[in-house]
Structures are given as structure tokens and as C-alpha cells.
T-cell receptor
């Protein structure tokens, strides 16, 4: 297993365009998380899935953001009508949740720059 | 609600010197505590975690942390740092459901040769 993979690593887009990021978690992990990290800050929770079900969304996740995890495998995060404030590193993480708390395995992130 | 405070945004230290990175948290419920390291342009890597049991936790790369419930702290320590320890370090807390982590703002550790 190669860990959590995110694609693309970098994305530059014009304001108003739509972008989509992909995350491939560790195959046996049932939970998948999306976080956003802006410069000089720690990661902030956006949403998470258990298998294919999206169980929680942060209020940071405006209606321009949508995430899916079809078939409980990879996940996509789409941002519509991007704004400059969306520029950040988008981190995906996965874990095998068994009822307690385990550390995540993070991917390397997708850095989004909105110009 | 949970929150994490990392008191030092930048910590310079000479190679082979000891280092302590401070982390305090606030929570009205029991928490699990974690330290992550982030190298430039990379994701976060788990250094160590406290779930229960012994309050002194040992992690990778020679790091350790001590959970102090009365002071609501989880400071990270290393007795002798190496150049390769230069990175951003994040403290995080999670409540028992493991739904999400709350991260501090990070401490940038710079090891000086």
C-alpha cells in the first residue's frame, strides 16, 4: 500500500472556475476526512465519510463545496465558483475506525491557488 | 468545544540541544492527544499519540510527550535534535468519537547547525 494519494498536487485556477480534487485512501480504511490548511494555520476539519456515507460537515463547508465518496473507496472534493479565499492546501486523511480514536494517515495534499 | 493552543510559533534550537514544544488544550470532555510533524510541501505524519494509560508517550524519531491532565498540557520533547527535525509541528486533540481533530496553529522548529 502506498498510503493516501491526492491528485493533483498543485492546482492554479481563475476565480469563478470549478475545481475537483481526488483522494485515494488506504484501501482497508473505512473513514476518510477532508481538511483545509491555510498559510500559518493548522488544518481545519471540513467533512468526513464512513464508507460511502458523509456523516459530518463543518460550517466551513459552504454550499459551493461538495464531497462524495462513491462506493466507499476514493473521494472527490469539488469547489464551484472558486474565490480567492479558497486558496489553501486541501488535505485528505484516512483511518480504520474501530470505535476509539486512532491517528489519521494524511496524504500530501492538493495546493489550490485561485488567481 | 475543544481548542488547542501552541504557545510558541517559532522555536530555534542548536543541533544536539534538547527541545520542548508546548501544547495546551481546553475541553469539557476527555480527549485524545496527538502530535504531528509536517515537512515542507508534504502532508502530516503522526509522531505520537496519547489515548490512555501511561502519561509519558514515546513516538518516532526519538520524540516523547507527557500528558498532564491537571495542567491540560501535552508538551513534546526531544533530548537531542538533529538538522532533519526542522519542520512544522502540530498538536491536535480528538474526542472519543474520533470524528475530527482540532489542531493548534503549529510550531516551526528550526535546528541550527
Amino acid at each position: 500500500d502506498t498510503g493516501v494519494s491526492q491528485d493533483p498536487r498543485h492546482k492554479i485556477t481563475k476565480r469563478g472556475q470549478n475545481v475537483t480534487f481526488r483522494c485515494d485512501p488506504i484501501s482497508e480504511h473505512n473513514r476518510l476526512y477532508w481538511y483545509r490548511q491555510t498559510l500559518g494555520q493548522g488544518p481545519e476539519f471540513l467533512t468526513y465519510f464512513q464508507n460511502e456515507a458523509q456523516l459530518e460537515k463543518s460550517r466551513l463547508l459552504s454550499d459551493r463545496f461538495s464531497a462524495e465518496r462513491p462506493k466507499g473507496s476514493f473521494s472527490t472534493l469539488e469547489i464551484q465558483r472558486t474565490e480567492q479565499g479558497d486558496s489553501a492546501m486541501y488535505l485528505c486523511a484516512s483511518s480504520q475506525w474501530t470505535g476509539g480514536a486512532e491517528g489519521y494517515t494524511f496524504g500530501s495534499g492538493t495546493r489550490l491557488t485561485v488567481v | 468545544a475543544q481548542s488547542v493552543t501552541q504557545l510558541d510559533s517559532q522555536v530555534p534550537v542548536f543541533e544536539e540541544a534538547p527541545v520542548e514544544l508546548r501544547c495546551n488544550y481546553s475541553s469539557s470532555v476527555s480527549v485524545y492527544l496527538f502530535w504531528y510533524v509536517q515537512y515542507p510541501n508534504q502532508g502530516l505524519q503522526l509522531l505520537l499519540k496519547y489515548l490512555s494509560g501511561s502519561t509519558l508517550v514515546k513516538g518516532i524519531n526519538g520524540f516523547e510527550a507527557e500528558f498532564n491532565k491537571s495542567q491540560t498540557s501535552f508538551h513534546l520533547r526531544k533530548p537531542s535534535v538533529h538538522i532533519s527535525d526542522t519542520a512544522e509541528y502540530f498538536c491536535a486533540v480528538s474526542v472519543n468519537t474520533g470524528n475530527q481533530f482540532y489542531f493548534g496553529t503549529g510550531t516551526s522548529l528550526t535546528v541550527i547547525p
